[in-house]
């Protein structure tokens, strides 16, 4: 499964960006998606999930901000984020699997990364003035 992700560009901080995660293959709707994101010099992290119709996980430091969701009519994946901050600059990956296993604790909740097994190529999110 080939993954295309869009959306990503430079932003200051405060505004907002929308990506999009697409096949040009197969619809997105029977699959699970993780948006993941890296800076450079940092680990790569899992910023938010997406499972079957309503299962949806956040990063911790992007809840309220970032919001998941399908785009039935597109067939497509899409992450909204709003109030960007500098911390949030990356390349933006997403990735797809099938019934994804959910990784719930006391601080973090999120899908389990080993679980997606197809990605994207990235797209480049700057948050700067």
């Known amino acids: 499964l080939q993954l295309v992700e869009s959306g990503g560009g430079l932003v200051q901080p405060g505004g907002s960006l929308r990506l999009s995660c697409a096949s040009s293959e197969v619809s997105l709707e029977t699959y699970d998606i993780m948006w993941f994101r890296q800076a450079p010099g940092k680990e790569r992290e899992a910023v938010s999930c997406?499972?079957?119709?309503?299962?949806?996980h956040y990063l911790n430091s992007v809840k309220g901000r970032f919001t998941i969701s399908r785009d039935n009519t597109k067939k497509t994946v899409v992450l909204e984020m709003n109030n960007l901050t500098p911390d949030d600059a990356g390349i933006y990956y997403c990735?797809?699997?099938?019934?994804?296993?959910?990784?719930?604790?006391?601080?973090?909740?999120?899908?389990?990364?080993?679980?997606?097994?197809?990605w994207g190529q990235g797209t480049q999110v700057t948050v700067s003035t």
């Open positions: 997406i499972a079957g119709r309503s299962i949806r």
């Open positions: 990735a797809a699997g099938k019934r994804v296993r959910q990784r719930i604790t006391s601080t973090q909740n999120m899908c389990e990364e080993p679980d997606f097994d197809s």
